[in-house]
């Protein structure tokens, strides 16, 4: 059966508008080729003279001739981003945070995708067990750059025993196609105490320096651990002497791999610094910030901005000083606290007319050893504000909410918060600029 695709929206002006396609239509073929999703349909409208199959909403088909510019699109729009569904992961990873979420939550969350195309589109890491010969075989051919790994290990039997998989070894022979096709990839390792730490980690960066430079980066990760892991593999979390011997193994080869190959090649994500009582390296080891949704970085690169964006305002005399500014708050993981705490008394001493509250928020939802913020849930920053000083605003990172929308982890929504606390509440990227700008409500 030929494969469609429903058209949800025709662009004003397009291509498709020209040539009376409408939102409801089907998208056939283009070229005499079956699209099986974005990749094919963005490699298919790059010639500048194509031949688009489509189906009308009576069921007749229509074959359009269409000439324009290379890479010019058609102007339409899809029901879903991919063209395609999302294929869910075959995996049981010892590690997997989803087995560790709480029973009653809204369904979306307890999907587990390990989706090749998702790497490209959304940034997403993939184990490559899901992957056929064919899907790599398209990236290769269409050269989609980067694509994002979890590598977890790299001895073959360690990994089939962490992704209960007994293919998980095997699938790392598809990095050796991947690179000898020239794609750039990013690695992630999940880090378990007592499985792929010590002298196998040491062996998984050693095996993965040989992929430099086609490989740009690898992230080293702690688990996450929530309290919801009964009947699972035991794992345990890092202490703050073992959070020290990672850091010192991964910087001893940054150093080596920095004087070979120019480039530091394997991080330590920000939890390891904080666990282990250190201070965030320079920006210029973390390489360009290539893993900043990996925790790679990110509090490094917003206290810089934070910096510069203070001087640039002290030398244009923007910061208010000498009067009474006002009184706000702030919410923070546990994490991220003593950094932004910090920053709030920067700013303070600045501006002697402002007061601010910072309070870190234990996360009692997944438990005491989650403590990003993006994994705070309404719930536990209500209880945890109410009766607290709050001033006339309360500032709360945006990576506390859902992408895109204003509702939380566990269903709460922004107004309801604000209501139940009594406080408009700004949403603060994780920016340092924006930091600053939304402090003094610029």
């Given amino acids: ?161 962490m992704l209960n998989n007994r293919f998980a070894g095997e699938a790392l022979k598809k990095v050796d196609i991947l690179n000898r096709a020239g794609i750039q990839m990013n690695g992630q390792i999940v880090l378990c105490k007592g499985l792929n730490d010590g002298e196998e980690l040491k062996l998984s960066i050693e095996k993965l320096m040989e992929y430099i430079p086609n490989l740009e980066s690898v992230s080293v990760v702690p688990v996450g651990l929530s309290k919801y892991r009964e009947g699972l593999y035991p794992l345990e979390p890092f202490d703050k002497q073992e959070a020290a011997k990672v850091i010192d193994m991964i910087e001893g080869y940054q150093k080596h791999c920095y004087d070979q190959y120019g480039t530091h090649f394997v991080h330590a994500s920000d939890e390891w610094y904080i666990l282990a009582g250190r ?41 208010p000083t000498n009067k009474r500014q006002g009184e706000l708050s702030m919410a923070t993981g546990l994490l991220a606290y003593p950094y932004i705490q910090r920053m709030a008394e920067e700013v303070q001493r600045e501006c002697t007319g402002l007061q601010i509250h910072v309070y870190p928020i234990t996360n009692y939802f997944f438990g005491e050893n989650i403590t990003v913020s993006g994994l705070l849930t309404g719930q536990d920053i209500g209880a945890q504000l109410k009766g607290k000083p709050l001033g006339e605003r309360l500032l709360l990172p945006e990576n506390v909410l859902r992408s895109g929308e204003d509702v939380f982890l566990d269903d709460m929504t922004l107004g309801e918060l604000e209501k139940a606390l009594q406080v408009p509440i700004n949403i603060v990227k994780s920016s340092g600029y924006e930091f600053l700008e939304t402090i003094l409500g610029k």
């Fill in 1 to 161: 059966m030929q494969k469609s695709h429903v058209i949800t929206k025709v662009l004003p002006g397009s291509i498709a508008e020209e040539l009376e396609i409408e939102a409801g239509d089907k998208l056939l073929a283009i070229g005499g080729t079956e699209i099986e999703d974005i990749f094919d349909y963005q490699f298919l409208v790059q010639d500048t003279y194509i031949e688009v199959l489509v189906e009308k909403a009576d069921g007749e088909q229509w074959l359009l001739e269409v000439d324009k510019e290379a890479d010019e699109d058609l102007g339409i729009e899809f029901e879903s981003g991919l063209m395609d569904e999302y294929r869910h992961c075959h995996n049981k990873c010892v590690f997997c945070f989803i087995d560790q979420m709480p029973p009653g939550m809204r369904e979306t969350l307890y999907f587990k995708d390990d989706d090749s195309r998702l790497s490209f589109l959304q940034g997403n890491y993939v184990t490559l067990t899901n992957m056929s010969d064919h899907d790599v075989e398209r990236i290769c051919r269409y050269h989609l750059s980067p694509i994002n790994i979890s590598f977890q290990t790299m001895n073959p039997e360690l990994r089939c025993r």
């Fill in 279 to 319: 201070e965030m390296p320079e920006a210029e080891r973390y390489d360009g910030y290539l893993q900043l949704e990996n925790g790679v970085g990110m509090l490094r690169l917003m206290m810089d901005e934070f910096q510069e964006a203070l001087e640039t305002y002290r030398a244009k005399g923007l910061l």
